[in-house]
């Protein structure tokens, strides 16, 4: 691949960024295959937040309440929340995180990230997690942010609990998979679009 112009790499900067606000630099400089000083040198000129304050921008524009459990017990940071549909977080793989001889997270990390936005996106003073059907699909390392996404699902059969389904992302490669039955303490059921029945 021929090397972008500045032009055109700037307007390939602002779409990666546009389709995934939660790219890092290093992705970044994967795939426009320059530089990390080239990537945050652009990002300057064309007025880019770093990730940490895009996520911190973006959870300030659209943003439910967590009512469940309190935001500090959500693992990861929630950058969008909309109670009883849908709720994404990052979590970033750190030091403490992974076993010191594989570099790679443990796995309740993982869960954990998805368990608790499970529950976080449920409109309601007491959500439990009731059951859990999970698959990791792959290891996740040292310094990889984890991207996941929780939606609710419409369950008439299940009276006063909700179905929740998450996916764990780590780039464009999904690595966890989750569906999460809640319980909610209200005993009403939510349809997919997170009207009440």
């Not at 459990?69 to 109670?83: A, Y």
């Not at 409109?123 to 939606?151: M, P, W």
């Not at 464009?172 to 998979?177: P, R, S």
């Amino acid at each position: 691949m021929d090397r972008l112009s500045k032009k055109d790499r700037h307007q390939r900067l602002l779409q990666l960024i546009d389709e995934n606000p939660f790219v890092t630099d290093r992705e970044l400089t994967r795939q426009l295959k320059v530089s990390i000083q080239t990537i945050r040198l652009d990002r300057m000129e064309l007025g880019i937040p770093e990730l940490r304050e895009r996520m911190k921008q973006m959870a300030e524009h659209s943003f439910d309440q967590v009512r469940s459990l309190s935001l500090e017990e959500v693992i990861g940071d929630v950058v969008d929340l909309q109670l009883d549909k849908s709720g994404i977080s990052i979590f970033e793989i750190r030091e403490e995180h992974v076993f010191s001889k594989t570099r790679i997270a443990r796995g309740h990390y993982v869960f954990a990230q998805a368990n608790s936005l499970a529950v976080a996106v449920i409109n309601d003073e007491i959500a439990l997690t009731s059951s859990a059907d999970i698959r990791f699909l792959r290891q996740v390392h040292l310094g990889e942010k984890c991207i996941a996404k929780a939606y609710v699902r419409s369950s008439p059969e299940l009276k006063g609990k909700a179905k929740v389904e998450v996916f764990t992302y780590v780039a464009d490669e999904m690595v966890f998979q989750g569906n999460f039955i809640i319980y909610r303490s209200e005993g009403t059921d939510i349809n997919e679009g997170g009207r009440r029945q």
